[in-house]
């Protein structure tokens, strides 16, 4: 996952540039709050609660990619969101079979 995630942030980074769109280089304050959370947890709980947000961010952005597919204006940022789709999709897919039911 850290190794597309990559290719991706590298691949919006080349769009932004060539469109002189300056992107964010700090996280908001939600994910910083998630980071914090995670950091002073350990073993199954961190992995259960790492896991859990895996699922549910996935979610999010596999939604936000859908949406851009269709509804994106700029050509490029369209087909950006139409070639990580699937590689996204697949992450998601993957966070499913990992996150433990919750009881």
Not at 14 to 20: E, G, M, R, T
Not at 55 to 74: G, N
């Given at each position: 996952?850290?190794?597309?995630h990559s290719k991706a942030?590298?691949?919006?980074?080349?769009?932004?540039?060539s469109k002189?769109?300056?992107?964010p280089?700090d996280?908001?304050?939600?994910?910083?709050?998630?980071?914090?959370?995670?950091?002073?947890m350990s073993?199954?709980?961190?992995?259960?609660?790492y896991?859990?947000?895996?699922?549910?961010?996935?979610?999010?952005v596999?939604?936000?990619f859908?949406?851009?597919t269709?509804?994106?204006?700029?050509?490029d940022?369209?087909?950006f969101a139409?070639?990580?789709l699937?590689?996204?999709?697949?992450?998601l897919?993957?966070?499913?079979?990992?996150?433990?039911?919750s009881s």
């Amino acid at each position: 996952m850290v190794a597309d995630h990559s290719k991706a942030n590298d691949k919006l980074k080349q769009i932004a540039a060539s469109k002189n769109v300056v992107l964010p280089t700090d996280m908001s304050t939600a994910a910083k709050r998630e980071t914090d959370k995670l950091s002073k947890m350990s073993g199954a709980s961190f992995d259960r609660e790492y896991m859990k947000r895996q699922l549910s961010d996935h979610k999010k952005v596999v939604a936000e990619f859908r949406a851009a597919t269709k509804q994106a204006r700029d050509p490029d940022l369209k087909q950006f969101a139409q070639d990580t789709l699937p590689t996204i999709e697949q992450h998601l897919e993957m966070a499913k079979k990992t996150t433990p039911k919750s009881s």
